[in-house]
C-alpha cells in the first residue's frame, strides 16, 4: 500500500520569505500525489496534483510542486509567502485505478510578520 | 464552501454509547469517503462508497459502519464508543471518476466523555 511521510511537523517563515514543505511518499508503480490546504476550522482543499507529464505543476494560490521519481518527492513551494498561507498541509497519495488516497501527517505553517 | 455538507459540527457523548454522523455530497458526485482525523493519528481513510457500493475500507474498527443511500448521502455510524475515538470525523465527495479530488466537508467534531 502506498505511504507518504512529511518530514517537518511545523515551519515557520516569514512573511515574504520562500517556503518550501518536504514530502516523500512510498509507492510501486506511478503515484498520483497530491497536495492539500486546511485552514483552521475548515475542511481540506486541494492545492495541486499530478498525475503524469510535467514534473512541475502549477496550483491555486500561487504554489507549485515538483515530482522527483528519483528522490521519491513531491515537495511544495511558494515563493514568497503571505500572512493568509499559514495552515496545515497535507501530502497525499494515491494510486490508479483505487480511491484509497493517503495522506501525511501534516506540516503546520506559521507566517511571522 | 465546499457544498459537501456534514452534520452535526460537535457532537459529545458518553462511552459506550453510539452516534450517526450525516455527509450530505456535493450535487453529483456519486463517491462519499470518511476520514478520520486525530492528533496522534493524522488523518486516516476510514471508508468509500460510490453510488451506493462500498469501493474501498482503510482503517475502520468494526464497532464503525457506514453505508451511501440511494439519495447518496452517506451516514458514518461509531458504536460503543470509547475515549479515544475523540477526533473530527470528515466526509469527502468526489465525482466518481478518478480526478483525485476529493471535496471536504468541514468536519464532525466528536467528543467522548
Known amino acids: 500500500a502506498q505511504s507518504v511521510t512529511q518530514p517537518d511537523i511545523h515551519i515557520t517563515v516569514s512573511e515574504g520569505a520562500s517556503l518550501e514543505l518536504r514530502c516523500n511518499y512510498s509507492?510501486?508503480?506511478?503515484?498520483?500525489l497530491f497536495w492539500y490546504v486546511q485552514s483552521p476550522g475548515q475542511g481540506l482543499q486541494l492545492l495541486l496534483k499530478?498525475?503524469?507529464?510535467?514534473?512541475l505543476v502549477q496550483g491555486i494560490k500561487g504554489f507549485e510542486a515538483e515530482f522527483k521519481r528519483s528522490q521519491s518527492s513531491f515537495n511544495l513551494r511558494k515563493p514568497s509567502v503571505h500572512w493568509s498561507d499559514a495552515a496545515e498541509y497535507f501530502c497525499?497519495?494515491?494510486?490508479?485505478?483505487?480511491?484509497?488516497?493517503?495522506f501525511g501527517a501534516g506540516t503546520r505553517l506559521t507566517v511571522k510578520p | 464552501d465546499s457544498g459537501v455538507t456534514q452534520t452535526p459540527k460537535h457532537l459529545i457523548t458518553a462511552t459506550g454509547q453510539r452516534v450517526t454522523l450525516r455527509c450530505s455530497p456535493r450535487?453529483?458526485?456519486?463517491?462519499v469517503y470518511w476520514y478520520q482525523q486525530s492528533l496522534d493519528q493524522g488523518l486516516q481513510f476510514l471508508i468509500q462508497?460510490?453510488?451506493?457500493?462500498?469501493?474501498a475500507k482503510g482503517n475502520i474498527l468494526e464497532r464503525f459502519s457506514a453505508q451511501q443511500f440511494p439519495d447518496l448521502h452517506s451516514e458514518l455510524n461509531l458504536s460503543s464508543l470509547e475515549l479515544g475515538d475523540s477526533a473530527l470525523y470528515f466526509c469527502?465527495?468526489?465525482?466518481?471518476?478518478?480526478?483525485?479530488?476529493?471535496?471536504f466537508g468541514e468536519g464532525s467534531r466528536l467528543t467522548v466523555l
Open positions: 462508497y460510490y453510488n451506493g457500493e462500498e469501493r
Open positions: 450535487s453529483g458526485d456519486l463517491s
Open positions: 469527502a465527495s468526489s465525482t466518481g471518476t478518478y480526478t483525485g479530488e476529493l471535496f
Open positions: 497525499a497519495v494515491g494510486a490508479e485505478g483505487s480511491y484509497d488516497m493517503r
Open positions: 499530478y498525475f503524469s507529464g510535467d514534473t
Open positions: 509507492y510501486g508503480a506511478t503515484p498520483y
